[in-house]
């Protein structure tokens, strides 16, 4: 990577990626004292830092190659780890299921990615993309907490079925506009 390719969104981005592994520590480290709400915290912060990036990107005309490819992977690497770290949590409201269609979806377009990035295409994120982004963020949040009041399993069932919809939607989508990408692979 360049010099040029550094700057302070593709900087955040890095940054988002390097919470991770704090952000799992916190959530599987159960005899951590507040575990949950430093997990929280970390996550929260990595949201931010994904907000941050690509409207820094964005206003200053800063969209790098690099930030085209690596901020999509580390909303997949955060998601897909508070994902994972649900699984292992006995008390999480996340069913298995929706965990596979999620990682699932996040396989495929990681494959249509480097399809594309042979044929010197970049794909940006796509505005389905971006909103199912969002959702699984806030449902993450919202899981990582788990309050245990009636309404709040209501509000974390309906996020989750928001989450596995706008993965499916957003898949649909991302194929529909970049079916030319695999039109030779066969």
């Known amino acids: 990577m ?3 390719q550094m ?3 593709n900087k955040l981005t890095i940054l988002r990626v ?3 592994p704090l952000f799992v520590v ?8 507040f575990s949950d709400y430093i997990a929280f915290a970390l996550f929260v912060g990595a949201c931010v830092t994904d907000f941050l990036d690509g409207h820094l990107a964005r206003k200053y005309n800063q969209i790098t190659v690099f930030g085209k490819f690596m901020d999509p992977l580390a909303d997949k ?4 780890a508070a994902l994972i770290c649900f699984l292992a949590d006995a008390n999480s409201e996340m069913p298995v299921w929706a965990v596979i269609i999620i990682i699932s979806r996040e396989f495929i377009i990681s494959g249509f990615r480097l399809v594309a990035a042979e044929k010197g295409v970049t794909i940006a994120a796509s505005y389905w993309g971006k909103i199912k982004t969002v959702v699984q963020m806030i449902m993450s949040m919202l899981l990582i907490i788990h309050f245990t009041h009636p309404i709040f399993r209501i509000i974390d069932a309906i996020f989750v079925y928001a989450a596995v919809i706008l ?3 957003s ?3 991302y194929i529909i506009k970049n079916r030319d990408v695999m039109k030779e692979v066969r």
């Open 18 to 20: 390097a919470i991770i």
């Open 167 to 169: 993965t499916v939607i």
């Open 77 to 80: 690497l955060l998601v897909c």
């Open 7 to 9: 700057n302070v969104p």
């Open 26 to 33: 916190a959530m599987l480290w159960e005899s951590l004292p």
């Open 2 to 4: 360049n010099h040029n």
């Open 171 to 173: 898949l649909i989508d």
